[in-house]
């Protein structure tokens, strides 16, 4: 093929990788493009205080010290955190990391005020800082942060807070996005706006120069040409190809990775109203859905079965309470009990993209199958990614019946049970749309935030979890398995059980 | 060229008096001594005759399918041309799918044309003021990028089959006023609009039995050449994924849902494409056939 | 003749600013909200509206649109809210990645089809006419998204002569990888105006096939191709106006082949910023269209009337 | 050809006229000049088609109006009958002046004076039968549709077309036949005055003389009064009583059609009349000077007498005074500042002989 | 006496509906060195079609058999290119419509040139020259100025000059001229028939004149043919056509036109002439003809020539001869 490439044969080894977004993040400290950005340019770039450990795929990502060597909550007053910062670190403008720059890079975030405040970034950002009151500098690689209430969940928080070179930022202003410079594995090198980004590594990373020596990132929207890509040697690294695809790839000798991690694919249903305020109603469309089916044949293999909001095997996983089956008998019965013998009707809202979202009508006319099959007549509004936000963020019409919307979402940190489901969530206050409420739920919820032990802390939230698996707020739907597909001389990568990856480990021979 | 016609048409007078060939009598003669066109015709009713009598012509339904059954090639038994994804039968999804395509091909320009028809019949006939205001207008509209027009409507108005018709139909009307305003133009230059005026007729009786009558036969053409082109469109809308919601197949829309297995089942996707794309090629078949055969007439 | 282009000219401004108006109230009915594209589904109401403050959406309609308008009168184009880049940066090399396709396509358009459409004017009962024919019905019936999908299947997959997407291999660069990229979005983008244009220069040049003028010059004993320039000048006017109008179509319509090819034009920008509520990058987009499409006819009016001293005199 | 009884039943019913006036109508003074416009639709000029044009048409007879092309024939009978609105002037019929009345006066009026068209082509819609172009008429005028139609077959018969004709399009029909139906539409409205423009001037010349019998035959059954208009000075002489000569907008000469063709007083008619190829053998030889060049632009006509760039006989003065119509005697004027009155009666047959 | 043309037993025919219809059916004609022939005849009768034929310009799908000699040469069986070079070189020709035959984009000179340019190998000033002189010749005004004019410029008296400046261009033996006044105003028409007459003594050549106007038949002709559904029905010197008319239908024809002082009804012809795709069996014109005898229906009149400069094809002529003999 005359279009071929491939990094591996001469001694620049270059990871060409098929992005499903459809253009390069911006990599500001927070890039666009949502995870995907965070991914492939967000923590390449970067270091947050506090990164994932993503080298260990059977369990999931663990947080490990990022540019903080190590934190504490203070034992007596628990809302006063210190973090003992990494010495001899240099971003990739050659000047050096301290705490000023964590201290420039909250500035940058929560004082309006200040000169370089970036109010797009803060937005992004927002749901990290939320807990955050006061930070300060204690000497040149110490700061504490002071945290609204006892709140355990912080450093989960930080992950997400990207350290970049106040220099490189005063100096180039609105054009800092052109010259972007962090303290990651991998320095920008240029960007053609649509077509590529080319990052290079960074020889002097302090946690080890990654191996290879350049990226590529391609945005190619359409999986078809992702498989396209790969298959021709474009690019030899490809996201989310064709699920069919899975079969033809294994067979021509190309990685095809998958693995679980913190997503899930559910229905937030409206439990305020209508026939779904009825928990048999909800248990029902539980029972209903065949997981098993939709993962393994509408998605080959490129989902799990989701019972709960996180998947079997995570820590947060309550494996006390029955699983939801595929038992269509069992859901006519609850629905029955519930006064709804011959089921209804009711309007899902969906998107027509979106994470997780491989085959996002086949994936809801499945399930609108499926629901059929018991009584629950579902018509399938399918509206644009962002549309749907928008009105995802409003609630549920009033004006007229929705029973749900399907919005597919991370379950990385903690706070993600308290911002979905608990009762000071409900909005306006927060994005409870659903409206769910347990006084239960909400107690064990405070419990784990206060917790500072990590495994009282897992404790709480795998009871947490049982309440929503047998409240079921959600219709828990499946889990998104990453898929990807690499070329077969790709060594070295391990598929996490995270949104992220760990570029520094892969080699190309 | 005229002394010809004329000559034809004196012959036609000294033939002995037999009944009077109707108007579309002509044209229908016209029509078929030519061979594609008249294949396109056979072929299009076929497929929307298939399409209304789908409930009679499939035992499956389009909606039902057992995911065991997905992506089944072309020829298997029982399924003439497969499965989709979700198992369902594919020729019985294309015949209740052909449904909604054809209707998103002539429904908008019927609606266009009437509207566009009418606008572009008001200017053309008023000209002055109004006639270059409603020219003007519309301009604004044309110069829009039809298909970005069509995408900011449909997500103006979100997604679903009845905002893709208004869509195209809005993209349309333009187009369909230029042609009925130049029709006009040149209709309203001929001798018996005069004459008509000086037998004191009214504006309105004028537009009805000579305007429009006149008119009528480019308007109809322009308009069936347009319906290919309308289901094009439409189908393009589809496939972003602003068209139906599922169940509902439609022709675009299948193909978009069927377009990741490009690569991998070709031969699956490729058909609604087919159905598109004959459909369109007959109807442009036809369009074209038709315009000549007006044309003759004339 | 700069009258004429000067008085074109003017009488474009209404029209764009009518298009302007439009683009700016379609946003408005439009449903979604820009601010959900920069913030994460569970930012809070107070984040969203400190957003909205800040790009000035919580400003009245005819507020936003005038300070808009200043603006891109003083050729500031704004902000792209979700890429957070200046819209000329993220429109500009869009632009032009779309109109070397789009060129490319209508280059090939226009020579093809005036090659086929004079052939079947000048020889109408032939067998190779009614195949030239047949192929550009073809063309005019074939999606061009479906079309751009089985280009891919049959020359990246099966043959692998050209590359699926983009418009630059990794290594590569340099115009012969740049043709490489460009073949098969052309051919794809081509096809229906293709179409078009043959039909139309057949029908145009076997009309002035049959005009007195044509017949006096065979009458002088003029040679064929004598025949042939003079027929092609005066069709010129008519062709020039539809090839105009089919480039306008092509940019406009790039969107489907673009999206198909992840070629980085225009249309994929436009698109995506229409299905991100990137309010910015859609009204400048689609003004910046609509101008190309309006110039684009100035400039074949304009030759039109450099061309024909009828025109050019009234 | 004609079927009198046919005729006889169709105009039972018709206005019979009145003869205490003289004339069937009278046009003063009236005058259109054409806006020139540029792009921007600001008026750069004018094209003056009619100037000042005067005469009077006399009951149940034909005026004709002869002139080169472009000289505002057609103008001048659109003005008359206000279908295009006149700069000035007065249009006398019926006692009132058509160009005072408002928009339902002009079109009751209006059917009173018809007009045949030139081109038997464009005057026929072809999207209506053959009846029904004639019956439009009637029920444009609040007609039934059936009433209408059943007098249209009247007056189909009344031109000489058999019944069969009825149902058929325009399309398949000869231009002489179109011609009798365009007939037939005018004279269903029952007119006073009809307005042949150029009626005949596309018809092949044995089909001509079929359609100028039957305006005859028209004109005679049913008192009708024609303007008859022509650049074929044989085929005005043939139909018409009186003459009227255009040059350039402007009327040259008037007088009955004998005096005029016998003994032309304006250069311009003598030279018209002397153009006009001869079917006899024994015509006597062409004038060797003809009329030198051509109809000068109507944008900005000649000062003084239009007619002086072409004519042999032009003086200084010519250019400087506008010559008015002024009677010769017998009825016959004449725009010429070089025509004396006592002259006029032994005024040399062919004044361009003589130059 | 030098015949320049002679056509004999012409017959052009049109596909129409993959069949055979014939346009001119036969027509035999010469043309004497210098004089001028008018073919008279309604429309639709085939003159223009028979002037095309001549010039070898059959529209496609057409099929001439016969033979059309120019000077003893056969046209017929001439190649293309021969043709190309008889054409505007030694037979020249004009239409009606001297705006739609001149290509409007052009400057009148310009297009002169070009015809010259084509078939002789001159330069341009040469050609330029030759241009001027003849757009002076043909009575144009300041040429070296309305050289340069559009054809939309000139009025119509002056493009049908530039029209004729370009047919003489070549110094043509023979000019073909399809009804060239038809469109212009009879002082116009007065001029150009002029003209004609001017350049014919001046050039020598032969002018065939295609008309319906029998004044200007009258003007112009040495010989008149008539022609009626594709043939020539009557054919003479002028003055015997138009002073002892043999034929009905010509007969009928000159009588139908109005004369000088003429009053009462006009004769007439009734009926129209028939279709080419429907001729009738016999005579064509027998279903107008007020003499037609049952054998007109029937039979095919023969042309006959009863005199020397005269002849008529019509059965009842025939009879009258026979009898006379
Ligand atoms: N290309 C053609 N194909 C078929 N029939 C044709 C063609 N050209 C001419 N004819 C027919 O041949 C006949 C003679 O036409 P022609 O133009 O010679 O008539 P004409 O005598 O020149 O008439 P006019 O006075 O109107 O110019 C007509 O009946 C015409 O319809
Ligand atoms: N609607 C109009 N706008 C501008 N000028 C016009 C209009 N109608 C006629 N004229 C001009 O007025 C003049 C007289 O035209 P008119 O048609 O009355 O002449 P005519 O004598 O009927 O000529 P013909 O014999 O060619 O029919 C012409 O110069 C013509 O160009
Ligand atoms: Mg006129
Ligand atoms: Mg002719």
Same mark, same amino acid.
């Given at each position: 093929?005359?279009?071929?490439?491939s990094?591996?044969?001469?001694?620049?080894?270059?990871?060409?990788i098929?992005?499903?977004?459809?253009?390069?993040?911006v990599p500001?400290?927070?890039?666009?493009?949502?995870?995907?950005g965070?991914r492939f340019?967000?923590?390449?770039?970067?270091d947050?205080? *506090?990164n994932?450990?993503?080298?260990n795929?059977?369990? #999931?990502?663990? =947080?490990?010290?990022? /540019?903080?060597?190590s934190? !504490? @909550?203070d034992?007596?007053?628990?809302?006063?955190?210190?973090?003992?910062?990494?010495?001899g670190?240099?971003f990739?403008d050659?000047?050096?990391?301290?705490?000023?720059?964590?201290?420039?890079?909250?500035?940058?975030?929560?004082?309006?005020?200040?000169e370089?405040y970036?109010?797009?970034?803060?937005?992004?950002?927002?749901?990290?800082?939320?807990?955050?009151?006061t930070?300060?500098?204690v000497d040149?690689?110490t700061?504490? *942060?002071?945290?609204?209430?006892?709140y355990?969940?912080l #450093?989960?928080d =930080?992950?997400g807070? /990207?350290?970049?070179?106040? !220099? @490189?930022?005063?100096?180039?202003?609105?054009?800092?996005t052109?010259?972007?410079?962090g303290?990651?594995?991998?320095?920008f090198?240029?960007?053609?706006q649509?077509?590529e980004?080319v990052?290079?590594?960074n020889?002097?990373?302090?946690?080890g120069?990654p191996k290879?020596d350049?990226?590529i990132?391609?945005?190619?929207s359409?999986?078809s040409?992702?498989?396209?890509a790969?298959q021709s040697g474009?690019?030899?690294?490809?996201e *989310?190809?064709?699920?069919?695809?899975?079969?033809?790839?294994?067979?021509?000798?190309?990685?095809? /990775?998958?693995?679980t991690?913190?997503?899930?694919w559910?229905?937030?249903?409206?439990?305020?109203?209508?026939?779904?305020?009825?928990?048999?109603?909800?248990q029902?469309?539980?029972y209903?859905i065949d997981?098993?089916?939709?993962?393994?044949?509408l998605?080959?293999?490129?989902?799990?079965?989701?019972?709960?909001p996180?998947?079997?095997?995570?820590?947060w996983?309550?494996?006390?309470?029955e699983?939801?089956?595929?038992?269509p008998?069992?859901?006519?019965?609850?629905l029955a009990e519930a006064?709804y013998?011959?089921?209804?009707?009711?309007?899902?809202?969906?998107?027509?993209?979106?994470?997780?979202?491989?085959?996002?009508?086949?994936?809801?006319e499945?399930?609108?199958?499926?629901?059929?099959?018991?009584?629950?007549?579902?018509?399938?509004?399918?509206?644009?990614?962002?549309?749907?936000?928008s009105?995802?963020?409003q609630?549920?019409?009033?004006?007229r019946?929705?029973?749900?919307?399907?919005?597919?979402l991370?379950?990385?940190?903690?706070?993600?049970?308290?911002n979905?489901?608990?009762?000071?969530?409900?909005l306006?206050?927060?994005?409870?749309?659903?409206?769910?409420?347990?006084?239960e739920?909400d107690?064990?919820i405070?419990k784990?935030?206060?917790?500072?032990d990590?495994?009282?802390?897992?404790?709480?939230?795998?009871?947490?979890?049982g309440?929503?698996?047998?409240?079921a707020?959600?219709?828990y739907?499946?889990h998104?398995?990453?898929?990807r597909?690499l070329?077969p001389?790709?060594?070295?990568?391990?598929?996490?059980q995270?949104w992220?990856?760990?570029?520094?480990?892969?080699?190309?021979? | 060229m005229?002394t010809?016609i004329?000559s034809?048409?004196?012959?036609?007078?000294?033939k002995?008096?037999?009944?009077?060939?109707s108007?579309?009598?002509?044209?229908?003669?016209?029509?078929?001594?030519?061979?594609?066109a008249?294949?396109?015709?056979?072929?299009?009713?076929?497929?929307?005759?298939?399409?209304l009598?789908a409930n009679?012509?499939?035992?499956?339904?389009?909606?039902?399918?057992?995911i065991?059954?997905?992506?089944k090639p072309?020829?298997?038994?029982?399924?003439?041309l497969g499965?989709d994804?979700?198992?369902?039968?594919?020729?019985?999804?294309?015949?209740?799918?052909?449904?909604?395509?054809?209707?998103?091909?002539?429904l908008?320009v019927l609606v266009?044309?009437?509207?566009?028809?009418?606008?572009?019949?008001i200017?053309?006939y008023?000209?002055?003021?109004?006639?270059?205001l409603?020219?003007?207008?519309?301009?604004i509209?044309?110069?829009?990028?039809a298909i970005?027009l069509?995408?900011?409507?449909?997500?103006?108005?979100?997604?679903?089959?009845?905002?893709i018709?208004?869509?195209?139909?809005?993209?349309?009307?333009?187009?369909?006023?230029?042609?009925?305003?130049?029709a006009?133009?040149?209709?309203?230059?001929?001798e018996?609009?005069e004459?008509a005026k000086?037998?004191?007729?009214s504006s309105a009786?004028?537009?009805?039995y000579?305007?429009?009558?006149n008119?009528?036969?480019?308007l109809?053409?322009?308009?069936?050449?347009?319906?290919g082109?309308?289901?094009?469109?439409a189908?393009?809308?589809s496939?972003?994924g602003?068209?139906v919601?599922?169940?509902?197949?439609?022709?675009g829309?299948?193909?978009?849902?069927?377009?990741?297995?490009?690569?991998i089942e070709?031969?699956v996707?490729?058909v609604?494409?087919?159905?598109?794309?004959?459909t369109?090629l007959c109807?442009?078949?036809?369009?074209?056939?038709?315009?000549?055969?007006?044309?003759?007439?004339? | 003749?700069?009258?004429?282009?000067?008085?074109?000219?003017?009488?474009?401004?209404?029209?764009?600013?009518?298009?302007?108006?439009?683009v700016?109230?379609?946003?408005?009915i439009?449903p979604?909200d820009?601010?959900?594209s920069?913030?994460?589904?569970?930012a809070?109401?107070?984040?969203?509206?400190?957003i909205?403050?800040?790009?000035?959406?919580?400003?009245?309609?005819?507020?936003?649109?005038?300070?808009?308008?200043?603006?891109?009168?003083?050729?500031?184009?704004?902000?792209?809210?979700?890429?957070?880049?200046?819209?000329?940066?993220?429109?500009?090399?869009?632009?032009?990645n779309?109109?070397?396709?789009?060129c490319?396509?209508?280059?090939?358009s226009f020579?093809?089809?005036?090659?086929i459409?004079?052939?079947t004017?000048?020889?109408?009962?032939?067998k190779?006419?009614?195949i030239?024919?047949?192929?550009?019905l073809a063309?005019?019936g074939?999606?061009?998204f479906w079309?751009?999908?089985i280009?891919i299947?049959?020359?990246?997959?099966?043959?692998?002569?050209?590359?699926?997407?983009?418009?630059?291999?990794?290594?590569?660069?340099?115009?012969?990888?740049?043709?490489?990229?460009?073949v098969?979005p052309?051919?794809?983008?081509?096809?229906?105006?293709?179409?078009?244009m043959?039909?139309m220069?057949?029908?145009t040049?076997?009309?002035?096939?049959?005009?007195d003028?044509v017949?006096t010059?065979?009458?002088?004993?003029c040679?064929?191709?004598?025949?042939?320039?003079h027929v092609?000048?005066?069709?010129?006017?008519?062709i020039?106006n539809v090839?105009?109008?089919?480039?306008?179509?092509?940019i406009a319509?790039?969107v489907l082949?673009?999206?198909?090819?992840?070629?980085?034009?225009?249309?994929?920008?436009?698109y995506?910023?229409?299905?991100?509520?990137?309010?910015p990058?859609v009204?400048?987009?689609?003004?910046i269209?609509?101008?190309?499409f309006?110039?684009?006819n100035?400039?074949?009016d304009?030759?039109?009337?450099?061309?024909?001293?009828?025109?050019?005199?009234? | 050809m004609?079927?009198?009884?046919m005729?006889a039943t169709?105009?039972?019913?018709?206005a019979?006229a009145e003869?205490?006036?003289d004339?069937?109508?009278?046009?003063?003074?009236?005058?259109k000049?054409?806006p020139?416009?540029?792009?921007?639709?600001?008026r750069?000029?004018g094209?003056?088609a009619?100037?000042?044009v005067?005469?009077?048409?006399?009951?149940q007879?034909?005026?004709?109006?002869?002139?080169?092309?472009?000289?505002?024939?057609s103008?001048?009978?659109?003005?008359?009958?206000?279908l295009?609105e006149?700069?000035q002037?007065?249009?006398?019929?019926?006692?009132?002046?058509?160009?005072?009345?408002?928009?339902?006066?002009v079109k009751?009026m209006?059917?009173?004076?018809?007009?045949?068209?030139q081109n038997?082509?464009?005057?026929?819609?072809?999207?209506?039968?053959?009846?029904?172009?004639?019956?439009?008429?009637?029920?444009?005028?609040g007609g039934?549709k059936?009433?209408?139609?059943?007098?249209?077959h009247q007056?189909?018969?009344?031109v000489?077309?058999p019944?069969?004709f009825a149902?058929?399009?325009?399309g398949?029909l000869s231009?002489?036949q179109?011609?009798?139906?365009?007939?037939?539409?005018?004279l269903?409205?029952?007119?006073?005055?009809?307005i042949?423009d150029?009626?005949?001037s596309?018809?092949d010349?044995?089909?001509?003389?079929?359609?100028?019998?039957?305006?005859?035959d028209?004109?005679?059954a049913?008192?009708l009064?024609m303007?008859?208009?022509?650049?074929?000075l044989h085929?005005v002489?043939?139909m018409?009583?009186?003459?009227?000569?255009?040059?350039l907008?402007?009327?040259?000469?008037?007088?009955?059609?004998?005096?005029?063709?016998?003994n032309?007083?304006?250069?311009?008619?003598?030279?018209?009349?002397a153009?006009?190829?001869?079917?006899?053998?024994e015509?006597?030889?062409?004038?060797?000077?003809?009329?030198?060049?051509d109809?000068?632009?109507?944008?900005?006509?000649?000062?003084?007498?239009?007619f002086?760039?072409?004519c042999?006989l032009?003086?200084?003065r010519?250019?400087?005074?506008t010559?008015v119509?002024?009677?010769?005697?017998?009825?016959?004027e004449?725009a010429c500042?070089?025509?004396?009155e006592?002259?006029?009666?032994?005024?040399?047959?062919s004044?361009?002989?003589?130059? | 006496?030098?015949e320049?043309l002679?056509?004999?037993?012409?017959?052009?025919?049109?596909?129409i509906?993959?069949q055979?219809?014939a346009?001119?059916?036969?027509?035999?004609?010469?043309?004497?060195?210098?004089?001028?022939l008018?073919?008279?005849?309604?429309?639709?009768?085939?003159?223009s079609?028979?002037?095309?034929s001549?010039l070898?310009?059959k529209p496609?799908?057409a099929?001439?058999s016969?033979?059309?000699?120019?000077?003893g040469?056969?046209?017929?069986?001439?190649s293309?290119k021969e043709?190309e070079?008889?054409r505007?070189?030694?037979i020249?020709?004009?239409?009606?419509?001297?705006?739609?035959a001149?290509?409007?984009l052009?400057?009148?000179?310009?297009?002169?040139i070009?015809?010259?340019r084509?078939?002789?190998?001159?330069?341009?000033?040469?050609?330029?020259?030759?241009?001027?002189?003849?757009?002076?010749?043909?009575?144009?005004p300041?040429?070296?100025?309305?050289?340069?004019?559009?054809?939309h410029?000139?009025?119509?008296?002056?493009?049908?000059?530039?029209?004729?400046?370009?047919?003489?261009?070549?110094?043509?033996?023979?000019?073909?001229?399809?009804?060239?006044?038809t469109?212009?105003?009879?002082?116009?028409?007065?001029?150009i028939?002029?003209?004609?007459?001017e350049?014919q003594?001046?050039?020598?050549?032969s002018i065939?004149l295609?008309?319906?106007?029998?004044?200007v038949?009258?003007?112009?002709?040495?010989?008149?043919?008539v022609?009626y559904a594709?043939?020539?029905?009557e054919?003479?010197?002028?003055?015997?056509v138009?002073?002892r008319?043999?034929h009905?239908?010509?007969q009928?024809l000159?009588?139908?036109t109005?004369r000088?002082?003429?009053?009462?009804?006009?004769?007439?012809?009734?009926g129209?002439p028939?279709l080419?795709?429907e001729m009738?069996?016999?005579?064509?014109?027998?279903s107008?003809?007020?003499k037609?005898?049952?054998?007109?229906?029937?039979?095919?009149?023969?042309?006959?020539?009863?005199?020397e400069?005269?002849?008529?094809?019509?059965?009842?002529l025939?009879?009258?001869?026979q009898?006379?003999?």
């Amino acid at each position: 093929s005359s279009a071929s490439t491939s990094g591996g044969s001469s001694k620049e080894q270059k990871l060409i990788i098929a992005m499903s977004a459809a253009n390069i993040p911006v990599p500001d400290t927070y890039p666009t493009e949502g995870y995907e950005g965070m991914r492939f340019v967000g923590y390449q770039l970067y270091d947050a205080l *506090i990164n994932w450990d993503l080298t260990n795929p059977d369990q #999931p990502a663990q =947080l490990k010290p990022g /540019l903080a060597e190590s934190w !504490e @909550a203070d034992a007596d007053d628990p809302t006063l955190w210190t973090f003992h910062l990494r010495s001899g670190v240099t971003f990739h403008d050659d000047t050096p990391f301290n705490a000023d720059a964590v201290i420039f890079a909250f500035d940058r975030i929560l004082k309006p005020d200040s000169e370089y405040y970036n109010a797009q970034i803060a937005g992004s950002s927002a749901s990290s800082l939320r807990y955050i009151k006061t930070y300060s500098k204690v000497d040149d690689s110490t700061i504490t *942060i002071q945290t609204t209430q006892p709140y355990s969940f912080l #450093p989960y928080d =930080l992950t997400g807070i /990207l350290i970049a070179s106040p !220099e @490189a930022i005063k100096q180039y202003g609105k054009d800092y996005t052109s010259h972007p410079s962090g303290t990651g594995p991998f320095k920008f090198k240029s960007m053609t706006q649509g077509q590529e980004m080319v990052m290079v590594k960074n020889e002097s990373y302090w946690d080890g120069a990654p191996k290879i020596d350049t990226i590529i990132l391609r945005p190619v929207s359409d999986p078809s040409a992702r498989l396209a890509a790969l298959q021709s040697g474009e690019v030899n690294w490809a996201e *989310i190809p064709p699920t069919e695809s899975i079969d033809l790839l294994k067979n021509s000798g190309f990685q095809v /990775l998958t693995n679980t991690y913190p997503h899930i694919w559910p229905y937030v249903l409206n439990v305020q109203d209508g026939p779904w305020k009825d928990k048999r109603v909800r248990q029902a469309a539980n029972y209903a859905i065949d997981r098993e089916g939709m993962s393994s044949a509408l998605l080959n293999g490129a989902a799990a079965p989701a019972t709960q909001p996180v998947y079997k095997g995570h820590s947060w996983y309550n494996d006390e309470v029955e699983p939801y089956t595929y038992d269509p008998e069992k859901a006519k019965h609850l629905l029955a009990e519930a006064g709804y013998p011959d089921g209804f009707q009711t309007t899902f809202i969906v998107p027509t993209s979106g994470s997780g979202n491989m085959w996002p009508l086949q994936m809801n006319e499945y399930v609108q199958k499926n629901l059929k099959a018991v009584g629950i007549d579902v018509k399938i509004e399918s509206i644009e990614w962002q549309t749907l936000l928008s009105s995802f963020v409003q609630g549920f019409p009033k004006d007229r019946e929705v029973g749900a919307y399907n919005i597919s979402l991370p379950t990385i940190a903690p706070n993600f049970y308290s911002n979905f489901f608990a009762t000071d969530s409900i909005l306006p206050n927060g994005i409870n749309v659903g409206g769910y409420s347990n006084p239960e739920f909400d107690a064990t919820i405070q419990k784990a935030m206060e917790s500072f032990d990590t495994e009282e802390q897992n404790t709480y939230l795998k009871q947490a979890s049982g309440i929503l698996a047998e409240d079921a707020p959600w219709l828990y739907v499946v889990h998104d398995l990453n898929l990807r597909a690499l070329s077969p001389n790709i060594k070295g990568f391990i598929q996490p059980q995270s949104w992220f990856a760990d570029l520094t480990t892969i080699s190309i021979e | 060229m005229s002394t010809n016609i004329q000559s034809v048409q004196e012959a036609i007078l000294m033939k002995p008096v037999v009944r009077e060939p109707s108007r579309a009598g002509i044209i229908w003669r016209e029509f078929r001594t030519r061979k594609a066109a008249m294949t396109a015709l056979i072929v299009l009713t076929l497929i929307v005759s298939a399409c209304l009598f789908a409930n009679l012509i499939s035992p499956y339904d389009p909606n039902a399918g057992e995911i065991s059954d997905r992506l089944k090639p072309i020829g298997t038994a029982g399924h003439v041309l497969g499965t989709d994804e979700q198992g369902r039968d594919l020729l019985t999804r294309i015949l209740y799918g052909g449904r909604l395509s054809l209707l998103s091909g002539i429904l908008p320009v019927l609606v266009s044309s009437i509207i566009g028809g009418l606008l572009g019949i008001i200017a053309g006939y008023f000209g002055g003021v109004i006639g270059s205001l409603i020219m003007r207008a519309l301009d604004i509209v044309f110069s829009f990028p039809a298909i970005l027009l069509a995408i900011g409507i449909a997500a103006a108005l979100g997604p679903g089959i009845g905002n893709i018709l208004i869509s195209a139909s809005v993209v349309f009307v333009p187009p369909v006023a230029r042609v009925a305003e130049n029709a006009v133009k040149d209709v309203r230059k001929e001798e018996y609009i005069e004459a008509a005026k000086s037998s004191g007729a009214s504006s309105a009786l004028i537009i009805r039995y000579h305007i429009f009558k006149n008119i009528f036969a480019r308007l109809f053409v322009f308009s069936t050449s347009q319906i290919g082109v309308c289901l094009m469109m439409a189908s393009g809308l589809s496939f972003l994924g602003l068209g139906v919601s599922p169940p509902t197949p439609e022709w675009g829309f299948m193909l978009n849902n069927l377009k990741q297995l490009i690569f991998i089942e070709p031969l699956v996707t490729i058909v609604p494409g087919i159905f598109i794309f004959v459909t369109s090629l007959c109807l442009n078949l036809v369009s074209d056939a038709l315009s000549d055969a007006f044309e003759l007439k004339r | 003749m700069t009258g004429f282009i000067g008085k074109r000219l003017l009488m474009l401004i209404p029209t764009l600013l009518g298009v302007s108006i439009v683009v700016f109230l379609m946003l408005k009915i439009v449903p979604g909200d820009p601010v959900n594209s920069i913030l994460p589904p569970d930012a809070t109401e107070t984040e969203r509206a400190a957003i909205r403050t800040q790009m000035g959406l919580d400003k009245p309609i005819v507020m936003q649109y005038l300070l808009w308008l200043g603006g891109v009168l003083q050729g500031q184009l704004g902000d792209s809210v979700v890429r957070r880049l200046p819209v000329a940066d993220l429109l500009l090399p869009a632009l032009g990645n779309t109109i070397l396709l789009t060129c490319a396509a209508a280059v090939f358009s226009f020579l093809i089809s005036m090659v086929i459409g004079v052939f079947t004017a000048y020889y109408p009962k032939s067998k190779l006419a009614s195949i030239f024919n047949g192929l550009s019905l073809a063309g005019i019936g074939m999606p061009n998204f479906w079309a751009a999908l089985i280009l891919i299947g049959i020359f990246s997959v099966m043959f692998g002569w050209f590359p699926s997407s983009g418009m630059k291999s990794v290594d590569g660069g340099g115009a012969r990888d740049l043709v490489l990229h460009l073949v098969l979005p052309t051919i794809a983008a081509a096809l229906a105006s293709l179409g078009v244009m043959t039909r139309m220069i057949r029908s145009t040049v076997s009309g002035l096939l049959k005009q007195d003028f044509v017949f006096t010059l065979q009458a002088k004993g003029c040679s064929s191709f004598t025949i042939l320039r003079h027929v092609l000048r005066n069709g010129m006017p008519a062709i020039l106006n539809v090839a105009g109008l089919q480039f306008g179509y092509l940019i406009a319509s790039s969107v489907l082949v673009e999206t198909v090819f992840s070629w980085p034009g225009v249309g994929q920008v436009i698109y995506q910023a229409i299905s991100q509520r990137d309010f910015p990058v859609v009204q400048a987009g689609v003004l910046i269209i609509a101008v190309m499409f309006v110039l684009i006819n100035l400039v074949v009016d304009s030759v039109h009337a450099a061309m024909d001293p009828r025109v050019r005199q009234s | 050809m004609l079927n009198e009884q046919m005729l006889a039943t169709a105009h039972n019913n018709f206005a019979t006229a009145e003869p205490s006036a003289d004339y069937a109508m009278e046009v003063h003074d009236i005058a259109k000049t054409f806006p020139v416009r540029n792009m921007l639709g600001r008026r750069t000029g004018g094209v003056s088609a009619v100037d000042h044009v005067s005469f009077k048409l006399p009951r149940q007879q034909t005026l004709g109006i002869v002139g080169e092309s472009g000289c505002g024939k057609s103008t001048l009978a659109r003005l008359v009958m206000r279908l295009i609105e006149p700069d000035q002037g007065q249009v006398l019929f019926r006692d009132e002046d058509l160009l005072q009345l408002g928009k339902n006066g002009v079109k009751d009026m209006r059917r009173h004076i018809q007009m045949v068209f030139q081109n038997p082509y464009s005057s026929l819609n072809p999207q209506l039968s053959v009846l029904d172009n004639i019956a439009f008429s009637l029920w444009a005028n609040g007609g039934g549709k059936a009433e209408a139609r059943s007098e249209a077959h009247q007056y189909l018969e009344a031109v000489g077309l058999p019944r069969t004709f009825a149902d058929r399009l325009p399309g398949s029909l000869s231009g002489g036949q179109r011609q009798r139906i365009a007939i037939a539409r005018a004279l269903i409205l029952k007119p006073e005055v009809v307005i042949a423009d150029e009626a005949v001037s596309a018809l092949d010349k044995s089909v001509q003389a079929q359609v100028l019998n039957l305006f005859q035959d028209l004109k005679s059954a049913l008192n009708l009064s024609m303007i008859f208009i022509s650049h074929d000075l044989h085929v005005v002489e043939y139909m018409s009583d009186e003459i009227l000569v255009m040059y350039l907008g402007r009327v040259v000469e008037r007088g009955p059609a004998h005096r005029v063709f016998a003994n032309p007083l304006h250069p311009y008619t003598q030279a018209l009349l002397a153009s006009a190829p001869s079917v006899d053998m024994e015509a006597p030889p062409k004038p060797e000077t003809l009329l030198k060049g051509d109809l000068p632009s109507p944008l900005n006509p000649p000062s003084g007498c239009r007619f002086r760039t072409r004519c042999p006989l032009a003086t200084e003065r010519c250019a400087l005074e506008t010559p008015v119509l002024r009677p010769f005697g017998q009825g016959q004027e004449a725009a010429c500042l070089l025509l004396k009155e006592e002259e006029a009666a032994s005024i040399p047959p062919s004044l361009i002989n003589h130059s | 006496m030098a015949e320049l043309l002679e056509i004999d037993n012409l017959i052009t025919e049109f596909s129409i509906r993959k069949q055979w219809i014939a346009a001119v059916r036969g027509v035999s004609l010469e043309l004497k060195k210098g004089s001028t022939l008018v073919v008279l005849g309604e429309s639709g009768s085939g003159k223009s079609v028979m002037l095309r034929s001549v010039l070898g310009l059959k529209p496609s799908g057409a099929r001439l058999s016969g033979s059309i000699k120019l000077a003893g040469d056969e046209m017929l069986s001439k190649s293309a290119k021969e043709m190309e070079r008889i054409r505007g070189g030694r037979i020249a020709m004009i239409f009606q419509d001297a705006l739609s035959a001149l290509d409007p984009l052009y400057r009148v000179g310009d297009q002169i040139i070009e015809t010259i340019r084509s078939h002789e190998r001159v330069n341009f000033s040469e050609a330029q020259r030759r241009t001027i002189e003849l757009l002076r010749r043909v009575g144009i005004p300041s040429p070296e100025e309305r050289m340069r004019a559009f054809p939309h410029e000139m009025s119509g008296g002056m493009r049908q000059r530039a029209v004729i400046a370009m047919a003489l261009a070549c110094n043509p033996d023979l000019l073909l001229a399809d009804e060239p006044t038809t469109a212009l105003d009879v002082t116009i028409q007065a001029q150009i028939l002029r003209l004609f007459k001017e350049i014919q003594k001046d050039f020598g050549m032969s002018i065939v004149l295609v008309t319906h106007d029998i004044g200007v038949a009258a003007e112009m002709a040495d010989d008149i043919a008539v022609m009626y559904a594709g043939k020539i029905v009557e054919h003479g010197s002028a003055g015997q056509v138009l002073s002892r008319p043999q034929h009905p239908y010509t007969q009928g024809l000159i009588g139908a036109t109005p004369r000088k002082g003429q009053t009462g009804r006009l004769p007439t012809i009734p009926g129209y002439p028939p279709l080419i795709t429907e001729m009738p069996h016999g005579c064509s014109f027998a279903s107008r003809c007020p003499k037609a005898g049952p054998g007109c229906r029937e039979q095919t009149p023969l042309f006959v020539r009863y005199d020397e400069d005269h002849g008529a094809a019509c059965l009842l002529l025939e009879e009258k001869l026979q009898a006379e003999f």
